[in-house]
Structure formats: structure tokens, C-alpha cells
């Protein structure tokens, strides 16, 4: 499909989709926080108190969702893209592939954290098996970084996508994780391959 259509057909699917106008309404940056406040509805995996990194955070919304719902959280963010502020979180501008990326997010807190939320996602090229191929290493390398950071009982949640690296992912993650469940939440396009891996208790 040629770009400008491309373009086009998403400006009319963003007008007739009712999360976007809902994430106006509620003061959200982005239609994808009906996916986390799902993926929650249905897992529980954010509480009062929670310590998080929300990986891949742009424009912010996952975030904005857990400041607004619960209460004393501790939240890093990060992202490729600068994030306009949100109070009571501490936010990173650059690759979360880095190394020095994530020892700064682990130096920020004084020990393991309870929740890694990862809505990464490549910029996409058109091409659906590229995106999800390069989004699908971006998962695994957020999965191994959850091991390092999360608490025993800690979470993790990733945007996964139905491709080649799919059952890649669902092996590692069980291999490392107790609980291992996949959810396509009602807020997620049809059209799209995405999905989410939630895992819970580490082994
Ligand atoms: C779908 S958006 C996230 C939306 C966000 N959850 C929200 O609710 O506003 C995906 C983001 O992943 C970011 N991203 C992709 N690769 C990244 C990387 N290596 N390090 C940090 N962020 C990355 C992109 O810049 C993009 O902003």
C-alpha cells in the first residue's frame, strides 16, 4: 500500500475509533492505555506502591494510568522519543538496548522492583514481518532485563507479536517464569498481529 494511503486509512480509523475519543475525554496521551487498563482488569498486576519501568513509554499514557490509579508508586520511564512530563515519575530520553540505559534505570531504585511494562515497538516500516521480527528481539531483551530487576514475585508485561519470534519468546519466558499467559485485549486493532505476554513469579 503506498504511504499516503497508508496514512489516510489510518487518520480514518483513528476518527471512527471509539478508545481514541476516550482517551481524549479521560485527558490520556495515547488510545493504548485502554490496553494496559485491560491487560490489568483481567491479571491485576498493578497495586499502590508499585515500583515500575514502563519501557518504550511514548507519549506516556501506560504511565499516566498508574500515577492516576495508584497511589506512592515509583515509575521510570523510558523512551527513544522525549517524553512531555508527568509528575511523580522519573523519565529517560534514549535506547533501552543500551547497556548504561539500563544499569541508570537500575541505579534508580535502591533494590528489585515489582513490575516491567513494555509496550516497545519498532517504528514500522510496512513491512509486518520486519516490525514484528525486530519488535520480537526488543521483547526478548526486555524479558532478560526482567529477570535482573524484578523481584520473586515481580511481573512482566510485553507487547508481543504473531511472527517468527513468537514461540521463541513464550519458551524463554517460561523457562524463566512460573506464570506465562498471552491476552490480546479488546483495546488492541483487530488488524494487528500484536499481542501481550504476562508473566508472573520468577522461577
Ligand atoms: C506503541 S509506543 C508506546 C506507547 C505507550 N505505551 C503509551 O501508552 O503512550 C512504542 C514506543 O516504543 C519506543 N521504542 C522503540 N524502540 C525503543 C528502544 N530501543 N528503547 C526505548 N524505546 C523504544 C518507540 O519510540 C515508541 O515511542
Redesign the pocket.
Known sequence: MKKNKFSKNWIIKQKRDVYVKQSKIEGY??R??YK?QEINEKFKILKNGIQLV?????????SQFVVKNFKNTKIVL????EIEKINDTHQIV????DENQKKNIMDYFDGKIDAVIS?????TTGNKSIDSIVTGE?SVEALNFSTDILKKQGCFVS?IFMGPSFNEIITIAKKKFKQVNVFKPPASRKDSKESFIICKQLR
Not at 514502563?54 to 507519549?59: E, N, T, V, W
Not at 523510558?78 to 522519543?81: A, F, G, P, T, W
Not at 534514549?94 to 538496548?97: A, E, L, N, P, Q
Open positions: 496521551r495515547s493504548a492505555v494496559l514502563d519501557l518504550g513509554a511514548a507519549p506516556g499514557s501506560w523510558i523512551d527513544l522519543k534514549g535506547d533501552f538496548t509496550d516497545m515497538a519498532v517504528n526488543l507487547k
